[in-house]
């Protein structure tokens, strides 16, 4: 049993949990139609409730914007501008969605920067720069991709923005060396990666495969009973919720820390566990 196929199969679980339990509001509205930022007073939020599509880990949200008559920041021109962080030699522009729950806290908010792929959960940079083009009264729509299990609670949101012009860009990675930002439009500092520190540490001690299969087979079994009682319409499972996902947490840091395969009894295990499951189901 390799143990990337071990891997494989906790995810699949995982996900259907998630499925089962459900996860959180099926739309979101406009905590306000008030956009932050640099580009703030160019964009209004369309106020009316927008439908998150979820599939699997990730949730899809596309939000309207109409453009106001205030003046953008900079002159538009075709080709001098791009997704912030992007093309330092051109105008920047960037957007991103903070999420608060029913107490108004925020408790999950994307990146404005565009320095490594996907940061900041856009399904597509350009978008925001077509936004650019939009005359007063015009709207237009950005979509963006989000991690299911984190926007859990959020029944709003505020869209943030972000604009730096190129020579602004220039001047501040010629003084750093690298990408960052003291403004305050909380732009994330790139840091250096310390995974391959880690992986050389994880690689020098074996996997616990006994306690990670006791993790495992207590987590079916949770699973299992859990997906009885919604078979049978028993909706105080939510409560159990979190306790689910608290191992699955448990797992996952332990898969995280695994560096071999596992042994022939432990295989057998394994098998058992699944077969427990495949029969219950």
């Excluded at 899809?60 to 003046?71: C, S």
């Excluded at 007063?136 to 709003?156: C, H, N, Y």
Aim: net charge negative.
């Amino acid at each position: 049993m390799k143990l990337n196929f071990f891997r494989l199969a906790m995810g699949a679980i995982i996900a259907a949990t998630m499925t089962a339990c459900g996860g959180g509001a099926d739309s979101l509205k406009p905590e306000t139609t008030t956009v932050k930022g640099k580009l703030g007073s160019c964009f209004t939020v369309v106020d009316r409730e927008y439908k998150l599509k979820k599939d699997g880990s990730s949730s899809h949200i596309t939000i309207e914007l109409e453009r106001t008559d205030a003046a953008l920041p900079f002159v538009y021109k075709a080709g001098n501008v791009c997704y912030y962080g992007g093309n330092n030699e051109k105008d920047g522009v960037g957007m991103g969605l903070e999420l608060l729950d029913k107490d108004g806290d925020i408790i999950y908010k994307t990146e404005l920067t565009s320095y490594w792929e996907h940061a900041n959960r856009l399904e597509n940079n350009e978008s925001v720069v077509e936004l650019m083009k939009l005359e007063p009264g015009d709207t237009g729509s950005v979509e963006f991709e989000l991690p299911t299990d984190d926007i859990k609670g959020a029944i709003s949101f505020r869209v943030n923005t972000v604009f730096e012009a190129a020579k602004e860009a220039e001047e501040r990675t010629s003084f750093y060396g690298y990408a960052s930002s003291s403004d305050d439009n909380d732009v994330v500092e790139v840091v250096a990666d310390d995974d391959d520190d880690n992986s050389s540490t994880r690689s020098s001690s074996s996997t616990d495969w006994d306690s990670v299969l006791d993790s495992y087979d207590r987590y079916v079994t949770k699973y299992i009973a859990v997906a009885k009682k919604l078979q049978n319409g028993d909706m105080s499972v939510m409560s159990e919720y979190t306790e689910l996902m608290s191992e699955a947490q448990t797992l996952g840091d332990k898969l995280q820390n695994a560096s071999d395969d596992m042994t022939p009894a432990h295989m057998a295990r394994y098998s058992k566990i699944m077969a427990k499951m495949a029969s219950a189901m």
